[in-house]
């Protein structure tokens, strides 16, 4: 796997999933080392994963057939999922990676492909902003906006895809850090 871009990458390499390997996902509840912190920072994933499948179902629904609330749902959902994984990143990058990379400095690429996700994500976020502030301008001003709102489908189907593998790859860094070592996300 030479190209490890978010866009283009189908997983972590086998090195850095030296400790996911040892703690398979469906052991780490049952860890002593898993908190109630860790299980909250999974929550928010599930939250965006949902989130996201919202967005994507709303558009598809509207495109199907008219839906009077697909403007007010879309920007609230949209509004709130970009938002809170913005702040979710933030935190990341500025508190709990710092905190976890002196711990496994066979980790250290991991958390580089992570950091380059954030920013790749944003790029994203903004296309993502973008094209529904274009469908909600078409609909405010009572035009048709049915292309904008396939244009804004696929790139949400675009987004989650990027999305997915991003919170997988970062799940399989973070949590068997947090079991290895006894680190908390506080």
Same mark, same amino acid.
């Given at each position: @796997?030479? /190209?490890? &871009?978010?866009?283009?990458? +189908?997983?972590l390499p086998e090195h850095l999933r030296v400790l996911a390997e040892l703690y398979?996902? #469906?052991?780490? =509840? *049952?860890?002593?080392?898993?908190? *109630? $912190?860790? &299980?909250?920072?999974? %929550?928010? !994933?599930?939250m965006f994963r949902q989130l996201m499948a919202r967005l994507i179902e709303g558009s598809e629904r509207h495109l199907d057939q008219t839906d009077p609330r697909? &403007?007010?749902? @879309?920007? =609230?959902? +949209? *509004?709130?999922f970009l938002n809170? $994984? !913005? *702040?979710? !990143? @933030?935190? #990341? /990058? =500025?508190?709990?990676?710092?905190?976890?990379?002196?711990l496994d400095s066979r980790l250290e =690429?991991?958390? %580089?492909i992570l950091d380059r996700d954030h920013h790749a994500l944003d790029g994203h976020i903004h296309a993502l902003a973008d094209r529904s502030n274009e469908v909600l301008k078409l609909m405010a001003a009572g035009e048709d906006e049915k292309r904008a709102v396939d244009l804004l489908a696929a790139t949400q189907r675009d987004f989650s895809g990027f999305l997915l593998r991003h919170l997988e790859d970062e799940e399989e860094i973070i949590v068997p850090v947090v079991l290895e070592y006894g680190a908390d996300l506080e």
């Open positions: @796997m030479n /190209d490890l &871009a978010l866009e283009r990458r +189908t997983g398979p996902r #469906e052991t780490w =509840q *049952g860890h002593p080392n898993f908190s *109630g $912190l860790t &299980a909250f920072w999974l %929550e928010r !994933h599930l697909f &403007a007010a749902e @879309m920007s =609230q959902y +949209t *509004g709130l809170q $994984l !913005h *702040g979710h !990143h @933030m935190i #990341e /990058d =500025q508190h709990y990676f710092p905190q976890f990379i002196p =690429q991991g958390f %580089e």
